[in-house]
């Protein structure tokens, strides 16, 4: 039993794993961009009524439209499935981290 655990048979495996997702690792993307396009618009609306119209919420917003579209290339460009997911995985959490960015450098600029 302790060779099957340590060679992770089928029946021992850990399915909980990330790549052992099967959504994770076989999906279209089609959910990353759902999800990112409504993230950009609530987080890019966040901004403008932190702010209003300024500089800092007006290039934060861009950056994330310009990630968005960047995601809806890669969904159609890359064929295979898992870089694709990973490349799209990344773009999400650009977004985020600009949304981020842009929110503290307006609330520091206050």
Do not use: N
């Amino acid at each position: 039993m302790g060779d099957a655990r340590r060679y992770g048979s089928a029946q021992t495996r850990d399915s909980s794993r990330v790549r052992d997702q099967v959504q994770l690792t076989s999906a279209t993307g089609a959910t990353w961009l759902v999800v990112a396009a409504v993230s950009t618009l609530l987080l890019g609306g966040m901004l403008f009524v932190i702010d209003g119209v300024t500089t800092v919420p007006v290039a934060a917003s861009l950056l994330m439209a310009v990630l968005l579209m960047s995601m809806v290339m890669v969904r159609t460009l890359v064929p295979d499935r898992r870089p694709r997911l990973i490349a799209l995985a990344s773009l999400y959490a650009t977004i985020l981290v600009t949304a981020t960015a842009g929110t503290v450098a307006t609330m520091i600029g206050r």
